[in-house]
């Protein structure tokens, strides 16, 4: 796992001639099995010490251990694997204060924070420092509770030499070498550095409570990345909770592309400066940078939305397929707000601005589905309190009874579902109007919201069962429709890249294009995803670019349109890290392919456009750092 993270750095530093020297490198297929044996082990335990979440711990198969640390709830150790349990803890007994909920604890919020933990480490490890090393990460949900699972480092409480492990009280700040890569992280994720701690005060880039850990390898560790990410500023928001800070955060996105450095301990207490000029100044850039994300990024989402072509019509009617409703709600999933920094959270924010009704009516079933998905889990974190084994049969009754309460959907539930969607996504997501006689089943088209609730809980029915609920309007379910719940696991965006990377390599082996189709189809989905999670990341970028170009060469109908959009992703690519020669031969072959395809009817652009890649592919070649096949070894 390090060492193909490495490997990403290298190909930064070292920039391969080609995108074949690139697939070379190293075999990829060895971070992809890395990654998914840490995956499956972690999630196979996970369902264990969930299943016994309510045990007394002599009669839990795993026992809970004291590792040190502020935030997050139980701990276990199995396998090597370090579990966090994502719940509210206690900071104080008098007055009684919880780290996210204030006054009385907020699970909800807790699991906000976990899922930040993998964001915050995405956000630095992508920055591809020399040096700095990163754990594996999952996150697991299963019956309404998540789980972050890492694997154990080499480290103890005597190893840290950056930052704080205990609530401030001391600030690390020992290693020279630690301390020069932690300024240059900070310079590349454009996080700025401040004062923090409650004593002995120490200038830190990222969060206080950040750890950075020379282990007993000799290698240095950075963890607890819950805070790495600056907050929103909870007033331009409409946050009113002063605990929002801990838990809603910008995302990196957002914060790569601000034009100043942003503090991450912005409107806690963590930010220690002496002088007050100073404090107000870190909240005061973290504010502007809120405000941009509302008065430019969520507008700018809007307008893009309002563009987008559907065929409507079919959408609504029960002629519509599974498929279709599916690829709808893809078009408004998570990943193509977080492109642009922008949180599930905001959905209401966007549909404010969107225009297009049959749009505001998709992105209503998806906020709706979101809900539902919250309510499966809380039902099932209920329900947990009395089953104590991995049995489905206790959940199947009560998860069918609530979606056929919905499907009836009285006036008392479509008021409660209201009150939920302003209390989630803020008051803006639905209009006065629109408030004033609330019909869920006039607003939004119930299939969509079951379809994303289901997928995003792990609940799975039989494919007939749901091809019923999407056809038959009276169609209800029964107990035995629920065949199994699953984990809903999320890996970092690297395995991603890495799968992808991996089928891409097929084509040195593979001779069908049948089979080439199919191998690079799933490897343009994996690069989707991982671009869809970083897309301020250039290298992931271009190998999704990649991907699309392996296919158009397979079509037999290809158009010039069809290259310039693959083009641009090299080009993106190239402003975000440079004229790195695989990026240069990359946007040459979407030339020479665009050629090709003119050359008959416009041979005078056609032979401008190969002058052009002709000219890149010299730059390209002239290049001074150059492909080391070493590596590979």
């Keep these: 796992?390090?060492?193909?993270?490495?490997?990403?750095?290298?190909?930064?530093?070292?920039?391969?001639?080609?995108?074949?020297?690139?697939?070379?490198?190293?075999?990829?297929?060895?971070?992809?099995?890395?990654?998914?044996?840490?995956?499956?082990?972690?999630?196979?335990?996970?369902?264990?010490?969930?299943?016994?979440?309510?045990?007394?711990?002599?009669?839990?198969?795993?026992?809970?251990?004291?590792?040190?640390?502020?935030?997050?709830?139980?701990?276990?150790?199995?396998?090597?694997?370090?579990?966090?349990?994502?719940?509210?803890?206690?900071?104080?007994?008098?007055?009684?204060?919880?780290?996210?909920?204030?006054?009385?604890?907020?699970?909800?919020?807790?699991?906000?924070?976990?899922?930040?933990?993998?964001?915050?480490?995405?956000?630095?490890?992508?920055?591809?420092?020399?040096?700095?090393?990163?754990?594996?990460?999952?996150?697991?949900?299963?019956?309404?509770?998540?789980?972050?699972?890492?694997?154990?480092?080499?480290?103890?409480?005597?190893?840290?030499?950056?930052?704080?492990?205990?609530?401030?009280?001391?600030?690390?700040?020992?290693?020279?070498?630690?301390?020069?890569?932690?300024?240059?992280?900070?310079?590349?994720?454009?996080?700025?550095?401040?004062?923090?701690?409650?004593?002995?005060?120490?200038?830190?880039?990222?969060?206080?409570?950040?750890?950075?850990?020379?282990?007993?390898?000799?290698?240095?560790?950075?963890?607890?990345?819950?805070?790495?990410?600056?907050?929103?500023?909870?007033?331009?928001?409409?946050?009113?909770?002063?605990?929002?800070?801990?838990?809603?955060?910008?995302?990196?996105?957002?914060?790569?592309?601000?034009?100043?450095?942003?503090?991450?301990?912005?409107?806690?207490?963590?930010?220690?400066?002496?002088?007050?000029?100073?404090?107000?100044?870190?909240?005061?850039?973290?504010?502007?940078?809120?405000?941009?994300?509302?008065?430019?990024?969520?507008?700018?989402?809007?307008?893009?939305?309002?563009?987008?072509?559907?065929?409507?019509?079919?959408?609504?009617?029960?002629?519509?397929?599974?498929?279709?409703?599916?690829?709808?709600?893809?078009?408004?999933?998570?990943?193509?707000?977080?492109r642009f920094g922008i949180n599930d959270r905001h959905l209401g924010y966007v549909r404010e601005k969107v225009k297009n009704e049959d749009m505001r009516k998709l992105l209503l079933c998806a906020a709706v589905g979101r809900l539902f998905k919250d309510e499966l889990k809380e039902l099932m974190r209920l329900k947990m309190i009395q089953v104590s084994a991995p049995s489905l049969y206790p959940f199947q009754e009560p998860i069918a009874r609530l979606i056929n309460e919905w499907c009836e959907c009285t006036p008392s539930t479509s008021k409660e579902i209201m009150d939920s969607l302003l209390l989630k996504f803020g008051p803006r997501t639905l209009s006065p109007s629109e408030r004033e006689n609330f019909d869920l089943k006039k607003v939004v088209d119930l299939r969509f919201s079951f379809i994303m609730a289901l997928r995003m809980s792990g609940i799975k029915m039989n494919n007939n069962v749901v091809e019923l609920l999407v056809r038959d309007p009276e169609f209800r379910l029964v107990s035995v429709d629920i065949v199994r719940i699953e984990p809903v696991v999320r890996r970092q965006f690297t395995s991603g890249l890495w799968r992808g990377l991996s089928l891409l390599c097929k084509k040195f082996t593979t001779s069908s294009r049948s089979e080439l189709k199919r191998i690079f189809r799933a490897a343009e989905r994996d690069l989707h995803d991982a671009f869809s999670r970083a897309p301020q990341e250039g290298l992931i970028e271009s190998a999704y670019g990649l991907s699309l170009l392996e296919l158009l060469n397979l079509e037999t109908k290809k158009s010039v349109e069809d290259y310039e959009i693959v083009k641009r992703y090299f080009e993106n690519s190239i402003e975000k890290i440079g004229r790195r020669a695989f990026l240069l031969t990359g946007v040459a072959l979407c030339l020479r392919g665009q050629a090709d395809l003119i050359s008959k009817d416009e041979p005078q652009l056609a032979e401008e456009k190969v002058k052009l890649a002709e000219a890149l592919e010299l730059e390209a070649s002239q290049s001074k750092v150059v492909f080391i096949p070493a590596l590979a070894e």
């Design 1 to 338: 796992f390090q060492q193909a993270m490495d490997m990403l750095r290298l190909i930064h530093e070292k920039s391969p001639k080609t995108a074949d020297e690139v697939l070379k490198m190293t075999d990829w297929s060895h971070a992809v099995g890395a990654v998914n044996e840490f995956s499956d082990t972690a999630t196979l335990y996970a369902q264990i010490i969930i299943s016994e979440v309510f045990l007394p711990n002599e009669h839990k198969t795993f026992k809970p251990v004291k590792v040190g640390g502020v935030a997050g709830g139980s701990k276990f150790i199995v396998g090597n694997i370090l579990f966090k349990f994502a719940s509210d803890v206690l900071v104080s007994e008098d007055p009684e204060v919880w780290i996210y909920g204030g006054s009385q604890p907020d699970h909800k919020c807790a699991a906000k924070a976990a899922k930040n933990e993998l964001k915050g480490m995405e956000a630095l490890s992508s920055r591809f420092v020399e040096g700095l090393w990163f754990p594996c990460m999952v996150i697991i949900d299963y019956k309404g509770f998540r789980l972050v699972a890492t694997c154990l480092l080499p480290i103890d409480k005597s190893t840290i030499r950056y930052g704080s492990d205990d609530g401030g009280r001391t600030v690390h700040k020992s290693s020279d070498g630690l301390n020069a890569r932690m300024e240059l992280i900070g310079k590349r994720a454009n996080l700025k550095s401040h004062l923090t701690g409650l004593k002995e005060k120490k200038q830190l880039v990222g969060p206080g409570d950040i750890e950075g850990h020379e282990g007993r390898d000799g290698k240095f560790y950075i963890l607890d990345y819950g805070r790495v990410l600056p907050p929103e500023d909870p007033l331009v928001g409409g946050h009113f909770s002063s605990r929002s800070v801990f838990y809603n955060l910008l995302r990196s996105q957002l914060v790569f592309t601000n034009k100043n450095p942003l503090c991450s301990d912005a409107f806690t207490s963590w930010n220690s400066e002496d002088e007050p000029e100073k404090k107000r100044e870190h909240n005061e850039e973290v504010r502007q940078a809120t405000m941009r994300l509302y008065n430019e990024l969520i507008p700018l989402v809007a307008s893009n939305l309002d563009e987008m072509k559907m065929d409507w019509k079919k959408l609504w009617s029960f002629e519509c397929s599974l498929e279709q409703i599916e690829e709808a709600l893809f078009q408004v999933d998570s990943h193509y707000f977080h």
